[in-house]
C-alpha cells in the first residue's frame, strides 16, 4: 500500500511540476500577445489621426466624390481659442472630466484607463490610455508639468493681462 501511495505522490509531483512549466509558457505567451495589441492599438490610433489630418487628395472638379468616409473618426482636433469639450469624442471627454476632477495632482495612465473603462491591470490598456492623454496634450486640451500626469492647461496671463492696461490707459 505505502509503495502505491508514493507512486501516487510521485505522479502528482511531477503533473504539478508540468502544469507550473505549462503556466509559465502561457503567461510568456500572454505577454507577448498583450505588446501585440498594445502596440496594435496605438498603431490603429496613429492612423486614424493621419487619415483625419491628410489633406484631401487632388481631385478633378469633374469627378468629386460625394462618398462619406467610411470608418470611425477619432481623432482629436486641436483645440481653439474657447473651444468645449464637446467637440471630442465621449471617450476623451470623460478623459477630460477626469483631469478636470483631478486638479493639480494630474491625472495618471492608468486611472484614465478606469475612466475609460478598461482594466488598469492590464500593461496594453493602461498604455492606450496614455496615448489617448499624449494625443490631448499634442492637440493642446491638456498638459503634462510632471512626467505622467496630465492636468488641464493653465490660461495664459498674456491673454488676461493684455486686455487690461490697454483698457486703462
Not at 500577445?33 to 496594435?40: G, Y
Not at 493639480?104 to 484607463?113: H, P
Amino acid at each position: 500500500m505505502r509503495a502505491v501511495l508514493e507512486a501516487r505522490q510521485k505522479a502528482a509531483a511531477m503533473r504539478v511540476e508540468d502544469l507550473e512549466a505549462e503556466l509559465e509558457r502561457v503567461r510568456a505567451a500572454l505577454s507577448e500577445a498583450e505588446e501585440v495589441l498594445r502596440r496594435r492599438v496605438i498603431g490603429l490610433e496613429q492612423y486614424l489621426e493621419a487619415l483625419a489630418e491628410a489633406d484631401a487628395p487632388a481631385v478633378t472638379p469633374e469627378r468629386v466624390s460625394q462618398r462619406k468616409p467610411v470608418g470611425p473618426r477619432r481623432a482629436v482636433p486641436h483645440r481653439q481659442d474657447g473651444a468645449d469639450t464637446e467637440v471630442l469624442s465621449v471617450d476623451y471627454q470623460a478623459l477630460m472630466a477626469a483631469a478636470v476632477e483631478a486638479g493639480a495632482d494630474g491625472l495618471g495612465a492608468r486611472r484614465a484607463a478606469v475612466v475609460l473603462g478598461w482594466d488598469s491591470a492590464s500593461a496594453s490598456r493602461v498604455e492606450g490610455a496614455r496615448a489617448r492623454l499624449k494625443r490631448l496634450v499634442e492637440r493642446g486640451w491638456l498638459v503634462e508639468e510632471k512626467p505622467g500626469r496630465f492636468m488641464l492647461p493653465v490660461p495664459e496671463p498674456d491673454a488676461a493681462g493684455a486686455g487690461r492696461p490697454g483698457g486703462g490707459s
